[in-house]
């Protein structure tokens, strides 16, 4: 007649069958190799002591893999999060261009009236410009999206690579520049009236755009 396995035992038979969902596919020999040790440790401290020490060994290893893996999600998945990074700076380009005061329709006279004659103007056609100049890595990064999605092929240039990761970044410092010249630091604070417009704005044009870039683009290493 088999003994009766203490609560030591199976708590630390459970804690092994973890393990082997814990680990990533690629150490299940550590996985087998740890429940065969556990099996030898005939004192039931020194095996729960043991399940314990794999556990923690075992979300090492499954974080150590996340951070080092190649973050590859599903195409259903990775499509509308393109879309959520690129699209906002997409229309936003848009309008700096075509818009009610995009560059398309300044001339001489109204870049006078409506920039230069007023106070802090020069600060907001230099942010004009700058969404203008920087917002085609919107439908750029548009692009390079669905020619992974299509074909699997990540652009070459390096220069691109850089100019689709930090173009946003650059273009979020020069929005902060400007917002702090015109406005004073004080403006920065979450407690301004319109702080939620001008934050969602950053996380929009600027945070989202190169996050989604760099994401992209270790699709391919």
Known sequence: MNAPVSRRRRLAL?????VDQVLPTSRLEWAK????????????????????GCIVAGSRERINSMLSGNLKISRWIFV?????????????????IGGSSG??????DLIHKQFLATPDGAFALAALIAAAVLGP??????????????????????WFRTALVAGPVVYGVLILVVRLATAGVGALGFDSADSFDFWSGILLLSALPSLGAAHLLRLDT
């Open 14 to 18: 459970a804690l092994m069958r973890r």
């Open 137 to 158: 890595l919107g439908p750029l990064g548009l692009a390079t999206a669905f020619r992974w999605v299509t074909s699997g092929r990540p652009p070459n240039s390096r």
């Open 33 to 52: 190799a740890m429940r065969t040790e556990v099996d030898h440790l005939q004192d039931d401290r020194a095996a729960l002591a043991w399940a314990m």
């Open 103 to 108: 560059i398309m329709r300044l001339n001489g």
């Open 80 to 96: 509308p999060e393109m879309l959520l990074c690129f699209v906002p700076l997409t229309l936003g380009w848009l309008d700096a």
